[in-house]
């Protein structure tokens, strides 16, 4: 197969190809559960990779690391294989790098509470109106204070010292409620509970690391060890999309390329989705309407097209769609629906084949050269060249000790941030209650920064440090990655942030 040419995704009465020019138009991967989609997901992963475009997906039941080995020895992939009249068809493995946010079966995920912001941290922490308000109030003190907030031992030891000075604090920024203050105290012990500790660290994740390739040229796969993060729905969701909003944040405008330089596939997309807040699902569809833009293809891979809100299922211009079932009035609905979201095809009454398509088999409809939907037709999903199953134990080992970020992780850096300089300026340990003769919001503010708020004298820095393997930092690269930039007027120090990253829904300051 050649690796410059179209994708050929599956066959029917003709050969359903997608467009490499087209791929970052983003797509739909949907289906009942066992009909095939991950399988689909793995064909097209393999073939982006062949043409040298990097890949990112989350491995929620633990299967898709087989694209490390090769595969098609299964009597079912041989079989599938001579019924397309696949004459060039070989075993195929694929580059790919693994990643875990807990470390254990790939390199560790880790980001700063800073990168995240109020608005995804807010949800994470699954917080009312009330207590998101809170939260923002928080981390707009510590921006206009220069204090970095890194790890969950930040924003805790900030969060008690707001709580403990709420009065002085209430002029300036407006009402914080003590009981908004523990709720999230709270909720932060929860979080961390289920290994939070763990990702809010340092060295954060370079995102040029997702965009590799290896020798050959081909595009290293991205596969995010997510069967136990998937055990936290909404942690799942919003890790998935704060990736997708900082890759949107960081790279650079390109137009319209040959091929994307990286392909994004969001399973389980239903749970991005569900009990989602008006304004984060306004920005959902700005990042997706606008990402094309900078060369990065989207596809959700979920149940049912009706899992994705309209202004989103919109812009996914490339579909395959799997079977459905229809046990209730309203999975009958849901067929109807998904039938009428392709272009017609006179020779084929969409809606009854929905119901009746067998595993492997799909009703695609993909792009052609003018960015049109193709005409739905139903069609055999190609097999993939790659293994079918999850890897061993020492297969994964193997992959982490040759891999392009080997070593690159491994040492979690706990530089100086909120929590040391807040303890350096109180002078107590923090988490003991404060005392009747400690500081009140303005003495902490004249003991942190000399009288005033644009330095801050006496206290300890943070030193930058280079990640293991490569370069010490640059004073700049430091500030950048920490998201901060000092601005030297009277409004002191604004954190840098995304897009779902900052304060008041606001861009990236510039």
């Known amino acids: 197969m050649s690796a410059a040419g179209p994708i050929l995704v599956a066959k029917g009465q003709s050969e359903l190809c997608l467009l490499p020019a087209m791929a970052n138009r983003h797509g739909l991967i949907a289906g009942a559960t066992g009909t095939g989609k991950t399988i689909t997901l793995q064909v097209l992963a393999e073939q982006f990779s062949i043409r040298g475009v990097p890949v990112f997906l989350a491995d929620v039941k633990g299967d898709l690391a087989g694209l490390s080995q090769p595969g098609g020895q299964s009597p079912k992939v041989q079989e599938r294989a001579r019924r397309l009249r696949l004459d060039d068809f070989a075993p195929a493995a694929c580059p790919v790098t693994c990643w875990d946010v807990f470390g254990e079966n790939g390199h560790p995920v880790r980001a700063t509470l800073s990168e995240m912001g109020p ?15 809170v939260l923002n109030l928080v981390f707009r003190i510590a921006d206009e204070h220069g204090l970095l ?13 707001v709580g403990d000075n709420a009065a002085a604090f209430t002029t300036r920024y407006g009402n914080i409620s003590p009981a908004s203050v523990g709720a999230i105290q709270r909720n932060l012990l929860a979080l961390e509970s289920q290994g939070a500790d763990k990702f809010f660290a340092e060295p954060a994740l370079n995102f040029d690391d997702f965009l590799q390739t290896d020798a050959d040229g081909r595009g290293v796969v991205n596969i995010l060890a997510a069967d136990r993060l998937l055990q936290s729905p909404k942690i799942y969701a919003t890790f998935l999309l704060w990736l997708l909003s900082e890759l949107f944040e960081r790279l650079p405008e390109v137009g319209d390329l040959p091929q994307p330089k990286l392909v994004f596939f969001f399973d389980e997309a239903h749970l991005l989705f569900a009990d989602i807040a008006p304004a984060l699902l306004e920005k959902i569809e700005q990042v997706v309407r606008l990402i094309r833009s900078k060369g990065v293809g989207v596809y959700f891979v979920t149940q049912n097209p009706r899992d994705v809100p309209d202004n989103v299922l919109g812009q996914l211009g490339n579909r395959i769609q799997h079977a459905l079932r229809a046990f209730t009035p309203r999975d009958q609905k849901a067929v109807q629906a998904a039938a009428q979201t392709f272009r017609a095809n006179p020779k084929l009454d969409t809606e009854a084949a929905l119901t009746e398509l067998g595993v492997g088999e799909a009703l695609v409809s993909l792009l052609d050269e003018q960015g049109q939907p193709g005409v739905v037709e139903r069609a ?35 530089r100086v941030s909120a929590y040391e300089r807040l303890a350096a300026a109180t002078g107590r340990v923090l988490g003991a209650p404060a005392t009747a003769s400690g500081e009140g919001a303005g003495g902490f503010l004249r003991s942190l920064f000399g009288g005033g708020a644009s330095s801050a004298p006496g206290l300890p820095t943070a030193v930058p440090r280079g990640r293991a393997g490569r370069q010490p930092d640059t004073l700049i690269e430091t500030m950048a990655k920490s998201t901060v930039r000092t601005i030297g007027s009277s409004i002191g120090r604004e954190l840098v942030r995304g897009v779902l990253g900052s304060l008041f829904g606001g861009g990236r300051r510039r």
């Open 149 to 161: 907030l890194l790890d969950l031992k930040d924003l805790r030891a900030m969060m008690q010292y």
């Open 380 to 414: 055999l999903i190609v097999p993939p060249r790659s293994q079918i199953g999850p890897i061993t134990p020492e297969q994964r080992r193997q992959l982490m000790a040759r891999s392009l970020v080997a070593g690159v992780y491994d040492t979690v850096v706990d």
């Open 119 to 133: 608005l995804l941290l807010g949800r994470l922490l699954q917080l009312n109106d009330i207590q998101a308000g």
